[in-house]
């Protein structure tokens, strides 16, 4: 295997295997890929790929996927925004993740819908991630009408090692990694820490981010076992968004805070297994997570004596578990895979509620619950070989959710129950050893806050307010082709259409539900890979996307889609020890107004990372935003009000600025 393909694992985010027809040979941080009937955007990341990136936040292991943008708008230990596919997914809203099995995206979530937290996991452990856009897969549930993702930890560490990095604002990371061998297998133990202080001028941000892992891996039952115990505590103050007539009237500067008592902290505990046999798949896990987080995004528009600030609390026990059963069958000597599969998850949630507070000190309750919500699923998908060239997949899906909740306000204590049948089809044809089409549909859904099906009687205004239902459905679909040169070059394109029944979505930051209509997108993805020669490849994405509501009228833009996300890069490997990447990332305007006549400025970012590697230690410089660009993270258009300003408050841009130019460095003992 050449040199110059090794360095490139994004070569893995276009390539596939087509069972039961022909492999395509994958080169890059894997060799053999066990295929299903995916789509042209699809893919696998690896390992190698993730270790060759800048990235400022661990959560941006998720800009690996082509057209995936994550930013912030608040504190370092709270989960990002990202955005895909013409949505603003906020924290993870459309977009599922998980990791080994265990779900991430958090269901009636005290700060939003989906809330998808990655601070809990440590790159190193992490061996691949295996990404669909869209959810034409049978096994795609929840959150997944953008796409899902699945993080999978390793089992067989490349190194064990020991990393030190340090950085401009107080930055320090230590990370340790090793394997021990026992009998039938081995326990993968794993931990990091992190310390920052940030850029800002107003709030030292005092990071104290802890995480442990410990991992069995071995072999039982005639299958292969593994058992993981997780543990993620973290505690910041946030710089959160700002607005620009503050800046422009010189209160504050753009790294500046009108409030400096906002921050958090959050806990992660989680014990998971997995086996996998010949036909069976099944993992179990339970997971127990609290976040305390305080905000304030208006300042004294709601109280102009004690200020805007609240805080939202979450705490809650989920348990759960999936069981999958594959097998081949004929029909008129054509081979079929089957695969069975249900799954099961309960979230317990002792306590989601929303205060106001002044310098973290509680002022009143708008409102307190306790929620218990339970999912049942069950799926089928079969994936058949109609000739030498072409195959189909055919699945369907079924959801069945029930909720209580138990509120503060009687009105709004109730429950709920809502069930789904998706249905999902894909034809994949291989023209030739180097071209494939593809043509996928499917059905899928996100669930809804649980208190915004329950609501009768808004917290605030205690005006009347609107149920939404539990589940809101979605159908997607997708023309793509891949080409694969084994050689130098390799593409891949798709042309997508989303719709979405609703809009709807509970406001964590109000307590309330906040309607919205249904809508449609469409768009373009193209991924490109280059290797000039041995030691240097080129590689471009650019997704552009056209978001509307599906209402007549013109004021039909979805507020916080982005039409445009691009990135480019180039991984230089300059001699067997020293390598190098560059790599430029763009964000086009995003939506703000219903109008499209407020929108952001464009986000454009270089990041740059060298490294020269022995046997037995590396050492690494990471530049991060190598031009110092003073662009925005984020921006909303919504009203504040400062004080001496009118009650109604002033409508006006919100940013929270990309951070300065920062310099890490990074020194491993490899074993």
Known sequence: ?????ILSGSLLCSTHVFANIEE???????????????SASSGIIGQGEIQSRAMLRSAEMLELIPGMAVTQHSGSGKANQYFIRGFNLDHGTD????????PINMRSHGHGQGYTDLNFIIPETIAT?????GAYGAAQGDFSTAGSAEFNLADNPKHQQLDISIGEDNYKRLMA??????????IIIAGEWQGYDGPWQDINEDVDKKNAMIRYVGKAWDGDLSVTAMAYDNSWNSADQIPQRAVDQGIISELGSLDTTVGGSSSRYSLSANWQGQHINANAYVINYDMDLFSNFSYFLNDPVNGDQFQQVDSRTISGGALSYQFVDTLAQMPIQHTLGVEYRRDDIDQVGLYNTKQRQRLSTVREDVVNEASYSAYWQSKMSLSQALEASLGVRYDYFDADVDSNNRVNSGSADDDLVSFKASLNYLFNDNLAGYVNWGQSYHSNDARGATIRQDPVTLAPAEKVDLLVQSNGAELGLRYFDQQQFNLSAALWWLSLDSELLFVGDAGNTEASDASKRYGLELSAYYWLNDALSLDAEASFTHSRLDIDSSDDR????????????????????????????????????????????PL???????????????????????FDSTDHDIDYFYASRLAGEPADGVEDNHFHPIEPRTLRLNFSLLF
Do not use: C
């Open 129 to 133: 991630i295996d990404y669909q856009k």
């Open 558 to 601: 979805i507020e916080g889609a982005v039409p445009v996300v691009a990135s480019t890069g180039i991984n230089w490997h300059i001699t067997q020890q020293w390598q190098s990447s560059l790599r430029v990332r763009h964000i086009g305007k995003r939506i703000l107004s219903s109008d499209g006549d407020k929108r952001s400025e």
């Open 24 to 38: 395509i040979t994958v080169y890059g941080h894997r060799t053999g890929l066990i295929g299903d009937a995916i």
């Open 177 to 186: 990694l090793g394997t021990l061998g026992v009998a039938n297998g081995k």
């Open 604 to 626: 454009t970012v270089v990041n740059g990372l060298v490294s020269y590697q022995q046997t037995h230690w590396k050492v690494g410089l990471e530049i991060l935003n190598i």
């Open 95 to 102: 977009f599922a993740t998980s990791i080994d099995g265990m």
């Open 1 to 5: 295997m050449r040199t110059f393909l």
